[in-house]
């Protein structure tokens, strides 16, 4: 990323795409020996507000039961949305959830330093 697009906040939707997608691939890791174990998640500065980001998408539309861009790309669009139904307790969210998401997956920490935000999101 340029230094341009970094000041701008380019490229964050991709970065939390990126985490989100490397979240399922190891939650649904069938090696894994700590398979369902509790997320930690740790940033600074715009990478406290990217994995900020990440835990509220993961909070609004859960973990994938599969690593698919398709679907990644509809948890990003619900979680990005503001259509009160697309809220985490919205019918929509809530569908996304029990259809294709784990259930209850656990973020055990979320450490953040001064965080920076752009882009719109909550």
Not at 23 to 52: H, M, T
Not at 78 to 102: A, L, T, V
Request: hydrophobic content about 30%; overall charge positive.
């Amino acid at each position: 990323m340029s230094g341009i697009a970094g000041v701008l906040g380019n490229g964050l939707d991709d970065k939390i795409k990126y985490i989100y997608t490397k979240i399922v691939e190891q939650y649904n890791d069938e090696n894994n020996k700590f398979k369902r174990k509790k997320i930690w998640l740790f940033g600074f500065s715009r990478g406290a507000y990217i994995v900020r980001c990440v835990a509220g998408m993961i909070y609004n539309c859960g973990i994938l039961k599969y690593n698919n861009e398709e679907l990644i790309n509809r948890a990003y669009e619900i979680y990005r949305s503001r259509n009160p139904n697309h809220d985490p307790k919205g019918q929509e969210s809530q569908k996304f959830k029990y259809s294709f998401s784990h259930k209850h997956p656990t973020i055990k920490f979320l450490g953040v330093w001064d965080t920076v935000g752009a882009h719109g999101l909550p």
